[in-house]
């Protein structure tokens, strides 16, 4: 799985990093999401897609192939 993530649908709400804090952050300034990780671990692929499709402003894309 590769995440890759668009800064500029961002809206701070924070989700992701509720669900998966080992591969997304946010900036301390604007909240704006932070890729910690572009190539997670399988034992955090289910909690990457859930973070997925809770993000309100979609600005997380997985390529799972």
């Known amino acids: 799985m590769k995440v890759v ?15 998966a804090p080992d591969v997304f952050d946010q900036r301390d300034e604007d909240g704006i999401v932070v890729l910690l990780n572009e190539f997670p671990p399988a034992e955090l692929h289910d ?4 973070a997925a ?8 894309e997985l390529d799972e192939s």
Request: aromatic fraction near 0%; charged fraction near 20%.
């Open 5 to 19: 993530i668009d800064q500029d649908k961002c809206v701070g709400a924070g989700q992701c990093v509720l669900l």
């Open 47 to 50: 909690d990457v897609r859930q």
């Open 53 to 60: 499709r809770v993000c309100p402003a979609l600005a997380i």
